[in-house]
């Protein structure tokens, strides 16, 4: 996983509640054995409607999305989150995320920044306009308008994104715990 | 005397390998299940790092999503090819590589080929107290055998085969307290659709729920099922029910359940997990099985829900300014008008199955209300999908498939069929489904498609009138 310090840059102001893995990524794109390639079929039942903000040539490779509560609801396929890396999104800021796509996404160098719904809508309108900036060193997410909202994130993930660590690597590295466990209830 | 616990939190405690400061835990998982779709890359994650599969023996793997429901073997019971080229790859990916790591596989000609979240418990793979995953995220089904259920993605998929185990924060609580008995034509489907209505699609998240109450201690082992399977559309990653007598009658006998000695000593542990006295719960939601009626769902969300015998609900009526806005999306793609009544809403696609609602208990719902009768003229395809090569194989013991074709039913192989857009199943932009999945996202069942979530008995009630129906007019 590629390192996640600050990212900054134009953001997709998409908003609605409920978006679900489903709309981020169709079934029918995910009869594929590789994780690359899915951008481009992303959000397709979105992108079909004209005048559709992923189409928006000044959001064209956003690094950042702003989305509704409950984003990533649904199905648990992490075919969501290598869309939106495929896409070129970073870090994804909404009111709430369901807990299997903020995994996914994590395991993937995305961050998932939570913030209150006043803070999602402020940054939703002045996104429309002007590029942002979301720091995990600071857990701030600021605006050139002098925005500025802080988030928080449990300090492992962070850890993780900021050294773009292997979790496989990581828990290896327990093998001894994992071995006694195994032999105390006879597994 | 230790504090009095939650069956979640005996079981959590029960599997904590580690604890990190902040809370963190690894847990160790007893049993995983893998199917071709979220697993290709997870293999070949640890091909690239020179990593082994470290339990195969606790892993099991069978084809569902991609699989046409139409016959497997020819005349001859050679197996057919599958004629969609990226399908028939994800399938020979699977084959690849449980051959190449060694992990048990259940073929899919094999009678015991299925849905995954069917399969598991049918062969008694799940077993209660353990922690069950599966790169899905229905796998909250298994829930209801008093197992730790949950999704995963991907790459938990590969943390999984390699170390056996998964880093996790633990969950909240929340009970969720039914009493009293369903209605006359009212399943346990309807009960979860109206629990979802009232949690809200995001009421769930960070809950572990449990199913708590005399309804649920009534509810068949595959009504629970049904209900576990449903967490997830509430937000919550698990759904768990208390083993009791009728989870023992359930997994006795079946292939990979202890047996002998072994299985006197797994039912008194088991009789140990329920919620102790006393024990507290982060939050409840309490209900009187009485309230609940058949229910159907009108928009893009599980919980947009309704009783048969309501109204589609005015987006204005919405007090979230959201909620409105998403509610005029979902009218507009439904094509539906705010204040008609759900009756007069017709249908052109019927679909009974998926893993909510393709057991043994559901198709005999389900013929129940066919039985007799045929399907309306205006349906263009009415699909009955067991959940497994086995439900089939029952089902056909008791007639149920001959009630089903003389109706006017096709009857197909297990899979996940018409659940999700994935195989030759699929309803066609613009055209309405009556179907006892779980999912009525955009474009869950086909682009476009537009689909009202019902119990098996409703969606024969449905099939049988053309339109949506209570079904309780019918079996009167
Ligand atoms: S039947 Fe539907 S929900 Fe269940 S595993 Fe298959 S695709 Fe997923």
Not at chain 2, 212 to 225: A, I, K, N, P, Y
Request: proline share 6%; charged share 25%; glycine share 10%.
């Amino acid at each position: 996983m590629s390192p996640f310090t600050r990212v900054e840059g134009r953001a997709i102001p998409l908003g609605r509640p409920n978006v679900d893995t489903d709309v981020i990524i169709g079934a029918e794109h995910l009869k594929t054995i590789e994780r690359s390639g899915l951008g481009r079929h992303a959000f397709g039942s979105i992108r079909a409607q004209a005048g559709n903000v992923f189409d928006d040539p000044a959001f064209a490779r956003a690094p950042i999305l702003i989305a509704g509560d409950n984003f990533g609801c649904g199905s648990s396929r992490e075919h969501a989150a290598w869309a939106l890396a495929d896409l070129g999104v970073r870090a994804v800021i909404a009111s709430s995320f369901s807990d299997i796509f903020s995994g996914n996404a994590f395991k993937n160098g995305i961050l998932t920044v939570v913030l209150p719904q006043a803070a999602v809508d402020r940054l939703l309108s002045v996104a429309k306009e002007l590029p942002l900036t979301v720091d995990l060193e600071t857990m701030t997410v600021t605006s050139p308008l002098q925005d500025r909202f802080s988030f928080e994130l449990d300090p492992f993930r962070r850890d993780c994104l900021l050294g773009g660590l292997d979790e496989i690597a990581l828990t290896l590295a327990s093998e001894a715990a994992i071995r006694a466990y195994e032999l105390r209830t006879g597994i | 005397m230790t504090a009095p616990r939650t069956l979640y939190e005996k079981i959590w405690d029960a599997h904590v390998v580690e604890r990190r400061e902040d809370g963190t835990c690894l847990i160790y998982i007893d049993r995983h299940l893998v199917h071709e779709v979220t697993s290709p890359q997870a293999f070949e994650g640890l091909r690239l790092a020179g990593r082994q599969v470290r339990r195969p023996e606790l892993t099991l793997a069978v084809a569902d999503h991609n699989l046409p429901t139409t016959p497997r073997v020819d005349g001859d019971g050679m197996r057919l090819p599958i004629s969609d080229q990226a399908s028939a790859g994800q399938l020979a990916a699977l084959e690849a590589n449980v051959a190449d790591f060694g992990v048990p596989y259940i073929e899919a000609t094999a009678a015991e080929q299925g849905i995954v979240h069917v399969v598991g418990p049918e062969q008694g793979f799940t077993l209660p107290g353990t922690t069950v995953v599966c790169g899905d995220s229905h796998t909250a089904a298994h829930g209801a055998m008093g197992a730790l259920a949950f999704g995963i993605g991907t790459s938990e998929v590969e943390h999984v085969l390699a170390t056996q185990t998964l880093l996790l924060k633990p969950s909240k609580t929340m009970e969720i307290r039914v009493d009293g008995k369903l209605g006359f034509g009212v399943s346990p489907k309807d009960l979860i659709l109206a629990i979802i209505g009232r949690l809200g699609a995001a009421g769930g998240a960070g809950y572990v729920l449990e199913y708590r109450g005399s309804t649920f201690s009534e509810m068949s082992v595959e009504g629970r099922l049904t209900v576990a399977n449903m967490s997830i559309e509430a937000g919550a990653r698990s759904g768990l029910f208390a083993p009791d007598e009728k989870t023992f009658d359930y997994l006795k006998g079946r292939p990979m359940a202890p047996s002998g000695a072994a299985w006197e000593a797994a039912i008194a542990r088991w009789r140990q997990l329920a919620t102790d006295e006393g024990a507290r719960f982060d939050r409840s939601l309490i209900m009187d099985a009485a309230d609940v009626a058949p229910t159907v769902t009108w928009g893009t969300s599980p919980d947009d829900v309704a009783p048969i015998t309501g109204t589609i609900p005015d987006p204005e009526s919405f007090a979230d300014p959201a909620r409105q806005e998403a509610a005029r999306k979902a009218l507009e793609y439904m094509g539906l008008t705010a204040g008609a009544a759900l009756q007069d809403v017709p249908v052109e696609h019927i679909f009974i199955g998926s893993c909510t609602n393709s057991r043994i208990e559901d198709l005999r719902a389900a013929a129940d209300v066919v039985r007799g009768r045929h399907v309306a003229d205006r349906i263009k395809q009415a699909l009955v999908v067991p959940g497994s090569g086995l439900v089939k194989r029952q089902a056909e013991a008791e007639g149920l498939d001959r009630i089903f074709r003389e109706a006017g039913f096709e009857w197909r192989e297990p899979g996940c069929s018409m659940c999700l857009a994935m195989n030759p199943d699929k309803v066609p932009p613009r055209e309405r489904c009556a179907s006892t999945s779980n999912r009525n996202f955009v474009g869950r069942q086909g682009p476009g498609a537009r689909t009202h979530l019902v119990s098996p008995a409703m969606a024969a009630a449905a099939a049988v009138t053309g339109h949506l129906a209570d079904v309780r007019e019918l079996l009167r």
